[in-house]
């Protein structure tokens, strides 16, 4: 079983910057890979970013140049980095921890940008 739980989200200006912590108990979280996504209020659960258990990365379009994704498996904690923040990025993220067997999810962090 694993536990994920999100945080650094927050309440920030357009054009700021937030990371976001996924942080993993357990089991070791480099033997999964990890996924990002963000709920905005009416709207579907959608997929923002991924890292294989390789490091590779990709991105949902609405993000790409902005977002960053990354793990750091000693720490067993996946961060989002979130720069040039716009009005549209405001919703509450999850992590997801997703294999073959098991699927996870963090409870969420809320994110409003707003000036």
């Known amino acids: 079983q694993v536990q994920l739980v999100e945080s650094g989200g927050g309440l920030v200006q357009p054009g700021g910057s937030l990371r976001l912590s996924c942080a993993a108990s357990g089991s070791r979280l480099s033997s999964y890979p990890m996924y990002w996504y963000r709920q905005a209020p009416r709207k579907e659960r959608e997929l923002v970013a991924v890292?294989?258990?390789?490091?590779?990365?990709n991105y949902a379009d609405s993000v790409k140049g902005r977002f960053r994704v990354s793990r750091d498996n000693a720490k067993n904690t996946v961060y989002l980095q979130m720069n040039s923040l716009k009005l549209d990025d405001t919703a509450v993220y999850y992590c997801r921890a997703l294999s073959q067997r098991n699927d996870y999810w963090g409870q969420g962090t809320q994110v409003t940008v707003s000036s």
């Open positions: 890292i294989a258990t390789s490091g590779v990365t």
